[in-house]
């Protein structure tokens, strides 16, 4: 009777959540919960992992990663380079998209051109990019402007759409997130992937069935996977527990050990390449959330440096994220190539009256305020970690009104129009960042710390405006770079240059923890994927 009851307790938080879970669903239906809902069904809409990674069981890249994050053949079957500035990828043949169109490189040109276009938001990817043809039915040539030896590396994320299907549904160009646009692509999908879309409600479910005319072997045995958004952590590990779904994406630290206690549920968990960061605005000449006027406090490296050494990574891995978090100082995690291990050491906290002495040097006795945007459903325990940054500040007098909101508002209101330039509406902010398309530390420079300039597709996610002359040389040359030596020392001297000029405040290496039934089996990149393709139900 207690099981029956705890139950239906159970059962009825979640609907309460307004959740739907399929009833009778047979054993190879996998249900599945996040945080957060995916934003959108375009695989062009947003440069993040959680998109990338939903919309990638539909829409395939031409070269995609294997279970050790590898390249192999995608939709491309060979690719290479004819000189240093240009590129082939020769096409699989006999693909089909799942509504039946015949795949060919005039669906390869236009979706490049597409992901480069307005309303694109992983137009940074092809910064080098001169241009894009088509050299016969299977095979694209790709010039560069420059020699780019990562170019492939930086394709692997982009899913390719079906020409005649986008042109059929007025879906031509990507409805552009930041101005809350929306087109066809926004809400259905069809592409050449494992997976194919039944059903989207936005903030209740996406269900997604397999694609019977997929060109690759299946190593799953889904006939149907139910995706849930349940914002509510305690839903979320009641449902798991109760059976109601078979797997959450990102538990909360302070649920791990009650799940691992559980004989019905497995924990999986290991360092993910993500780094959760803080970043100031110091683009504008005075801050848009701050009572100083007339000037920006940020653009004193001083008081950068206060922000960063009032901070205690140590306590918020303790306190906030129940050990489950790698404290770093820099933008790129161990792993990624181009980590430069002896500069990973983070300057000593300071104590409050030493803080408020170096703010009052730099002209404010009395400290100041200001505005702090985080998300609250995107990162693991981000609002908690934002709560903890906000009493730390304090202790130095800086007043900081934190706006938590879910991730839509939130990168809605901070991130930069990648095709205008123009800067979001932040001065103090959250982020987190993996190079997970080439898994090496130029992503990060060329995306978060170059001088952002749309016209160049560069530092198109470095929200706050970082600018320093020599680290954008530095970035370029490493881009081209192919001897070793000279690459890392440059790699070094730009890593040395941000780390001393207190750029951005880099946190931790959140734990990559996610929680299944017993009987799912399925695969974790260290790059926070979800490959749908590699799950089995027993």
């Not at 995706?227 to 109760?242: H, M, Q, S, Y």
């Not at 906290?349 to 040097?361: H, Q, R, T, Y």
Request: proline residues 6%.
């Amino acid at each position: 009777m207690k099981s029956s009851l705890r139950r239906s307790v159970v059962l009825a938080a979640v609907a309460c959540a307004g959740l739907a879970w399929a009833a009778g669903a047979d054993a190879k239906t996998f249900k599945w919960a996040n945080s957060g809902d995916v934003s959108s069904m375009d695989p062009y809409a947003r440069q993040e992992t959680f998109l990338l990674t939903f919309t990638s069981n539909i829409y395939e890249p031409l070269v995609r990663r294997d279970k050790q994050l590898k390249l192999e053949p995608a939709l491309a079957v060979k690719w290479g380079q004819t000189d240093k500035n240009t590129w082939f990828f020769d096409l699989r043949p006999d693909v089909k998209f799942s509504d039946g169109t015949l795949f060919t490189a005039d669906d390869v040109v236009f979706s490049v051109k597409r992901a480069v276009g307005p309303g694109s938001n992983v137009n940074g990817n092809f910064a080098s990019m001169k241009e894009i043809k088509a050299v016969g039915p299977l095979r694209v040539e790709v010039t560069t402007l420059y020699p780019d030896p990562l170019l492939a590396d930086k394709w692997a994320s982009i899913g390719i759409m079906s020409k005649a299907w986008a042109e059929k549904n007025n879906a031509t160009q990507a409805a552009d997130m930041l101005k809350n646009e929306e087109n066809f692509a926004t809400r259905n999908a069809m592409g050449t992937g494992p997976f194919v879309l039944k059903e989207r409600r936005a903030g209740e479910k996406t269900i997604l069935v397999p694609n019977p005319t997929w060109w690759d072997k299946p190593e799953h045995n889904l006939t149907e996977v139910i995706f849930t958004p349940v914002p509510n952590a305690a839903t979320r590990v009641a449902a798991l527990k109760a059976g109601d779904i078979d797997m959450m994406y990102e538990v909360p630290p302070a649920d791990t050990d009650s799940l691992k206690k559980d004989a019905d549920i497995k924990v999986l968990e290991d360092p993910e390449t993500r780094v959760v960061y803080l970043g100031f605005d110091l683009e504008r000449d005075e801050l848009v959330e701050s009572n100083v006027k007339g000037k920006n406090p940020f653009k004193d490296r001083k008081v950068r440096e206060v922000f960063h050494r009032m901070i205690d990574v140590d306590a918020i891995k303790r306190t906030v994220m129940r050990g489950q978090s790698f404290p770093t100082d820099l933008m790129v995690a161990p792993g990624i190539n181009g980590y430069v291990k002896e500069l990973d050491k983070r300057a000593p906290l300071l104590k409050p009256d030493e803080a408020k002495k170096m703010l009052a040097d730099a002209g404010y006795p009395n400290g100041f305020e200001v505005g702090m945007d985080c998300p609250n459903d995107r990162y693991v325990n981000d609002e908690k970690i934002c709560q903890a940054v906000v009493s730390m500040l304090a202790k130095a007098g800086i007043k900081v009104n934190l706006r938590a909101q879910t991730r839509n508002l939130f990168f809605a209101k901070i991130l930069r129009n990648t095709s205008t330039g123009q800067p979001g509406q932040t001065s103090f902010f959250m982020l987190g960042w993996s190079p997970a398309t080439t898994y090496d530390v130029h992503n990060v420079f060329e995306s978060l710390l170059q001088t952002p300039n749309a016209a160049r597709k560069k530092g198109l996610f470095n929200v706050g405006g970082y600018s320093n002359k020599r680290l954008d040389e530095l970035t370029d040359a490493m881009e081209q770079e192919t001897d070793k030596a000279k690459r890392d020392a440059m790699i070094r001297e730009a890593t040395k240059i941000y780390v001393d000029d207190f750029a951005y405040i880099p946190l931790h290496q959140q734990a990559l923890v996610w929680a299944t039934r017993k009987n799912i089996d399925l695969v974790q990149p260290a790059d926070n994927s979800f490959p749908l393709r590699w799950v089995n139900v027993k």
